[in-house]
């Protein structure tokens, strides 16, 4: 079966520290791979994408992720946090049975991400 | 910038009662979906609607849930009679054509009392 997971329900980091939230996947072809952050009251936001090309994806507000296909992880990274990137932050994967017109996605369970000043 | 918007916000409704959830996607997105949140689990997938009809549904999407896109702009979910475990927190999405981007509205919370 297809799946995402979030290994850690929180990670804290301090401001101006590098960050890393951790996603691996399990599917059974080649993975169509996002990041999306969730603000309190507020809905899902895309971040950023993975699909083909190169591994390193760059996405909105200075995060990106790297895509390993060995290791089977896609973990969101950014070289220097600020507070107000504390939010909730989502891996999900594109459910890749029955394909075509079926494009739904298979979530994590999320990542608290606090940074502190 | 354009983004998906949802109403009511907040809905309190009592079991059994019927409820409507209404989503306004972006205007030239193609692909449509309804997502929901129990609160402290995982995102659901619950259907897909695409050319005007479901392309992909859950087992959660039972006979209770129907989707409809009445009027070439709103996308509604409706729950017949709602039980005390569809409390959630449900999104709307949408998506363009040769994109794989879902767009995600603030999302409706649903109580069922």
């Known amino acids: 079966a297809q799946s995402v997971a979030q290994p850690e329900d929180q990670v804290n980091v301090a401001e101006g520290n590098p960050l890393t939230v951790k996603c691996t996947y399990s599917?059974?072809?080649?993975?169509?791979l996002f990041w999306y952050v969730q603000y309190p009251n507020r809905g899902l936001q895309f971040l950023l994408k993975?699909?083909?090309?190169d591994n390193l994806v760059k996405g909105s507000y200075g995060f990106e992720a790297e895509f390993n296909k060995s290791q089977t992880s896609f973990h969101l990274k950014k070289p220097s946090a600020l507070v107000s990137d504390s939010a909730l932050y989502f891996c999900?994967?594109?459910?890749?049975?029955?394909?075509?017109?079926?494009?739904?996605?298979?979530w994590g369970l999320g990542t608290s991400l606090a940074v502190n000043p | 910038e354009p983004e998906v918007t949802q109403t009511p916000s907040h809905q309190v409704t009592q079991m059994g009662q019927e409820v409507i959830l209404r989503c306004v996607p972006i205007?030239?997105?193609?692909?449509f979906y309804w997502y929901r949140q129990i609160l402290g689990q995982k995102v659901e997938f619950l259907v897909s609607?695409?050319?005007?009809?479901?392309?992909?549904k859950s087992e959660i999407f039972d006979d209770q849930f129907s989707v409809e896109r009445p009027d070439g702009s709103n996308f509604t979910l409706k729950i017949r009679s709602t039980k005390l475990e569809d409390s959630a927190m449900y999104f709307c999405?949408?998506?363009?054509?040769?994109?794989?981007?879902?767009?995600f509205g603030p999302g409706t919370r649903l109580t069922v009392t």
């Open positions: 999405a949408s998506g363009v054509q040769g994109s794989y981007e879902q767009y």
């Open positions: 999900a994967v594109r459910d890749l049975t029955n394909a075509g017109n079926n494009r739904k996605l298979i």
């Open positions: 609607f695409y050319n005007n009809e479901i392309s992909e």
């Open positions: 599917v059974s072809g080649n993975p169509y």
């Open positions: 205007s030239n997105h193609l692909y």
């Open positions: 993975y699909i083909t090309g």
